[in-house]
C-alpha cells in the first residue's frame, strides 16, 4: 500500500464521517429483530434498506427469500484476475428485554461520550456496515474496488441461521471466493487490531449409567450391587491422566499442535494470567500439561463435564443407591478433530471404562466443526499488515474456543481463507442492555475495511 493511498482512504474517511455515522444510525432505527414475529415485517425492511444502500454504490443485489428471513447478497465483479472477497455479515439483532435495563430507546439511537448506543450497534450491524462503508471509501478514492467483492448478509444468525448452510452449499459458484471476511466479534482490547483465525469445534454427548431396575436401600443393599453414580463419577474421572490431558486413546491424534510461531504470537496478546484468575475468583488456572493458559483457552482441544444428575437431591439424608445416573460431556475441539469420530472415542471409552455391572447409554447430542485458516497464510498475513498501518499498533493474531459453525461451512464449501477481523470490544454488551459500539471502533472499521480489502488483492 502506497503512503498517498493510504492517505486518501484516510481523508476520505474522516471527511465523511458525519454521514457515515447518519446513515449507520438509520440502519440502527430498524428494528430487525429476528427471532420475535411481530418485527417479521422489519426485518424485510432492513434487507431492503441494505439492498438500497449497496445499489447506491453499483453493487449488483439480491434479496433471496429463505424459509423465514431473506438473504441480502451483492456483488462487485471487477475482474476475473483479481482476488474475490466474500463479507459475511447479518442485519438482524437480538431482542432488547430486559427493556428496563436500557437507558435510552434501543432502537433510537443515539451517540453520547463517543459511544453509538442501541440494539445492533456493535452485533452486527454497525460492524458489518463498516465494510460496506469500506467498500464506499475505496470506489470513491480510486475509483474501483482492488478486489472482486461479495456481500453476504443474512437475517437470521439471532435464531442459529437455520437456512445458511444450504444456502452457501446450494449457491458454491456464486458465493465463490479466495477469503471470507468477518466482523462480527471484538478485538482483543482497546485500540489492538485483532485477527482471529481459528475455532473450535464441539463434540457434545449426553452418558447415562444404569444398574438394577429400581432404587436401592443402601443398608439393606449397599456393598452388594453396583451403585451408577459412585460409577459414573469415576468414568468421568478417568477422562483426564495426571498432566490433564484428555485419556480417551487416539484423541489427540488428528491435532494441528500450536505451531511455534503461534507460540510467540500468544506471548505479545494483551492478556494476564493474574487478571484472568482473579476476575474469575480462582485461586489456579490448572489445564494440560506443557501449554500456557491462552494456548489451552484458543488452540488445545479440552474435554468437560457440563452436568450431571442422579439419586436423591432433596434436603435432608434418604440412604438409597439410585438405580440410574447421567451427566452431560462436551469436548471442545480443534482442526483437524472429526466431531463425529470424537464423540464416537468418547462413547467407545466410556463404555469401556464403566465399572462391572453397570449398563452404559451414549447420546450423540450436537457436533460442529473446528475451523483454522492457517497464521502465516498469505491473506492473515496481508490483512494484519493492513490493520498494523491503520491503527499504528502491531496486530495481534488470536484464536477462540467459541464456534461459528458457518465459519467451517465457508472453509469446507467455497474452500476460502476465513478471517475473524473484530471491530468492536468485548465489553459492547452484545445482545444486553445498552448495547453500544465506540465510534472510534465504527470509523476505524471502516478505513479497516478499506486497507483490508486493498491489502487482500495481492494474495492471489
Ligand atoms: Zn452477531
Known amino acids: 500500500m502506497s503512503d498517498s493511498i493510504s492517505k486518501t482512504i484516510k481523508e476520505y474517511a474522516s471527511e465523511y464521517q458525519a ?6 444510525l438509520d440502519f440502527l432505527r430498524i428494528p430487525s429483530v429476528s427471532t420475535d414475529s411481530e418485527h417479521v415485517k422489519d426485518i424485510r425492511i432492513a434487507a431492503q434498506w441494505l439492498e438500497t444502500e449497496l445499489k447506491q454504490l453499483t453493487f449488483e443485489v439480491e434479496v433471496i427469500e429463505t424459509a423465514k428471513h431473506p438473504i441480502v447478497y451483492a456483488e462487485k465483479i471487477v475482474d476475473d484476475s483479481l482476488a474475490t472477497v466474500l463479507v459475511y455479515g447479518h442485519y438482524d439483532v437480538q431482542p432488547v ?8 430507546d434501543p432502537f433510537d439511537p443515539i451517540v453520547r461520550d463517543g459511544l453509538i448506543i442501541a440494539r445492533g450497534a456493535t452485533d452486527d450491524k454497525g460492524q458489518v456496515y463498516a465494510h460496506i ?3 464506499e471509501v475505496l470506489l470513491n478514492t ?17 435464531i442459529g441461521s437455520p437456512n445458511l448452510d444450504s444456502f452457501i452449499t446450494d449457491n458454491k459458484e456464486k458465493l465463490a471466493a479466495d477469503v471470507v471476511l468477518i466482523s462480527d466479534n471484538a478485538m482483543v482490547a482497546p485500540n489492538t487490531p485483532t485477527i482471529t483465525y481459528g475455532l473450535k469445534g464441539l463434540s457434545y454427548i449426553e452418558v447415562h449409567v444404569k444398574a438394577a431396575s429400581h432404587d436401592l436401600h443402601s443398608g439393606a443393599f449397599g456393598g452388594g450391587v453396583p451403585n451408577p453414580i459412585n460409577g459414573l463419577a469415576k ?18 491424534d488428528a491435532v494441528i499442535d500450536v505451531q511455534p510461531e503461534e507460540r510467540e504470537a500468544y506471548k505479545r496478546v494483551p492478556f494476564s494470567e493474574t487478571e484472568f484468575a482473579e476476575e474469575l475468583s480462582l485461586s ?3 489445564g494440560e500439561a506443557n ?17 450431571i444428575a442422579g439419586g436423591f437431591q432433596g434436603e435432608g439424608a434418604k440412604t438409597v443407591i439410585a438405580s440410574e445416573a447421567m451427566a452431560k460431556i462436551s469436548c471442545r475441539l480443534v482442526p483437524n478433530q472429526d466431531h463425529e469420530e470424537i464423540t464416537r472415542m468418547l462413547g467407545d471409552f466410556l463404555k469401556e471404562n464403566a465399572p462391572e455391572g453397570l449398563s452404559v447409554e451414549v447420546i450423540d447430542l450436537h457436533g460442529g466443526k473446528p475451523a483454522l485458516t492457517p497464521m502465516d497464510s498469505k491473506e492473515v498475513q496481508a490483512a494484519a499488515k493492513a490493520l498494523s498501518e491503520v491503527f499504528g499498533q502491531e496486530t495481534i493474531f488470536a484464536r477462540t474456543g467459541g464456534t461459528i459453525p458457518v465459519v467451517s461451512t465457508f472453509q469446507t464449501e467455497l474452500k476460502a481463507g476465513v478471517i475473524l477481523v473484530g471491530l468492536g470490544l468485548e465489553d459492547d454488551r452484545a445482545h444486553s442492555p445498552n448495547e ?16 483490508v480489502l486493498k491489502a487482500l488483492a495481492d494474495i492471489k
Open 19 to 24: 454521514q457515515h455515522l447518519k446513515e449507520l
Open 142 to 158: 480510486d475509483g474501483q474496488l482492488p478486489v472482486n467483492l461479495k456481500f453476504l448478509i443474512e437475517g437470521e444468525e439471532e
Open 133 to 135: 462503508k469500506g467498500a
Open 284 to 286: 489456579a488456572t490448572p
Open 436 to 451: 453500544k459500539f465506540d465510534l472510534v471502533n465504527y470509523y476505524r472499521g471502516i478505513e479497516s475495511s478499506a486497507a
Open 291 to 307: 501449554y500456557s493458559l491462552l494456548e489451552r483457552l484458543w488452540a488445545r482441544p479440552t474435554l468437560d463435564c457440563n452436568g
Open 235 to 252: 468414568m468421568i474421572a478417568s477422562l483426564h491422566d495426571e498432566q490433564g490431558r484428555v485419556a480417551v486413546p487416539g484423541f489427540y
Open 97 to 104: 428485554d430486559p427493556i428496563e435495563l436500557w437507558d435510552s
